[in-house]
């Protein structure tokens, strides 16, 4: 395979593949960490490796963008943008993360935040929403890319 451009793409498909295997094993962390499974030194140890693991995958991406501004692919380097600020969104503000700590407080019984947790959830749908649209957009021009070639 000689062209470049495709060898990015699935460069950066493989590290998205990463970063999904990352929020599944946080996802399988935190539902043992509800079901008193894992204590929350070990909770809090798995979530610090994982958002470290999120931050090398980060840091790739922001490579392979970079690479993209650097060859003249302004358009790649702009749907790489549009991913990683969808999945930072997802990962601060939205957030699996928010939702998390909400339910954690409501469940030692500190607070009630169902309405707020309902809110949080629907934004973290939008999120995944534009995750999923910029990610047909990226196997699209993958696909164009495997055409040409």
Same mark, same amino acid.
């Given at each position: 395979?000689s /062209?470049?451009?495709?060898?990015?793409?699935?460069?950066?498909?493989?590290?998205?593949?990463?970063?999904?295997?990352?929020?599944?094993?946080?996802?399988?962390?935190?539902?043992?960490?509800?079901?008193e499974?894992?204590? #929350?030194e070990?909770?809090?140890?798995?979530?610090k490796?994982v958002?470290?693991?999120?931050?090398?995958v980060? +840091?790739?991406?922001?490579?392979?963008?970079?690479?993209?501004?650097?060859?003249?692919?302004?358009?790649?380097?702009?749907?790489?943008?549009?991913?990683?600020?969808?999945e930072?969104?997802?990962? /601060?503000?939205?957030?699996?993360v928010?939702?998390?700590?909400?339910?954690?407080?409501?469940?030692?019984?500190?607070?009630?935040?169902?309405?707020?947790?309902?809110?949080?959830?629907?934004?973290?749908?939008?999120?995944?929403?534009?995750?999923?649209?910029? +990610?047909?957009?990226?196997?699209q021009?993958?696909?164009?890319?495997?055409?040409? #070639?």
């Amino acid at each position: 395979m000689s /062209n470049p451009v495709l060898k990015k793409l699935q460069q950066l498909q493989r590290a998205q593949e990463t970063r999904i295997a990352l929020y599944q094993e946080f996802e399988e962390a935190y539902q043992d960490y509800l079901k008193e499974k894992c204590p #929350e030194e070990q909770y809090s140890s798995i979530c610090k490796i994982v958002t470290e693991g999120f931050q090398e995958v980060s +840091w790739e991406i922001q490579a392979i963008e970079s690479d993209f501004r650097d060859t003249d692919r302004a358009d790649l380097a702009q749907l790489v943008r549009r991913l990683q600020l969808a999945e930072k969104e997802k990962l /601060n503000d939205a957030s699996t993360v928010r939702i998390q700590i909400y339910t954690i407080e409501s469940k030692k019984g500190d607070m009630d935040y169902d309405a707020t947790v309902e809110e949080a959830k629907q934004k973290l749908q939008h999120t995944m929403a534009e995750i999923q649209e910029a +990610w047909d957009d990226i196997r699209q021009e993958m696909a164009e890319q495997a055409y040409e #070639e």
